[in-house]
């Protein structure tokens, strides 16, 4: 059974960092960070494959925002800069059991509990 569980959350001002943790257990492959803003649906934010080598990301985060992963330690990151408004989600990670990353939450079969991430302006 795969469990992930992100932290990192928080309440910051508009250009400021955060960085999101999902410690992950369990068989495990391509990962996702995705997001639930209130009133809107599920969106992608970041994947990346099982071994580092292909990273997909969102238009709207793209150029901002990185997906790394420590296999080692078994942690997704999410380092997010320039913090938008916008920006302000529930933010998921999830896992597939699929060596290529996705940016099609359907294809993700295990899903984190959520951390939420505030930017005022």
């Known amino acids: 059974q795969v469990q992930l569980v992100e932290s990192g959350g928080g309440s910051v001002q508009a250009g400021d960092s955060l960085r999101l943790s999902c410690a992950f257990s369990?068989?495990?492959?391509?990962m996702g960070w995705f997001r639930r803003a209130p009133g809107l649906e599920r969106e992608f934010v970041a994947a990346i494959s099982w071994n580092d080598g292909i990273k997909y990301y969102a238009d709207s985060v793209t150029g901002r925002f990185a997906i790394s992963r420590d296999n080692a330690r078994n942690i997704l990151y999410l380092q997010m800069n320039s913090l938008k408004p916008e920006d302000t989600a529930v933010y998921y990670c999830?896992?597939?059991?699929?060596?290529?990353?996705?940016?099609?939450?359907?294809?993700?079969?295990?899903w984190g509990q959520g951390t939420q991430v505030t930017v005022s302006s």
């Open positions: 369990g068989r495990t492959f391509s």
């Open positions: 999830a896992s597939r059991l699929v060596a290529v990353a996705s940016r099609d939450a359907n294809g993700y079969l295990y």
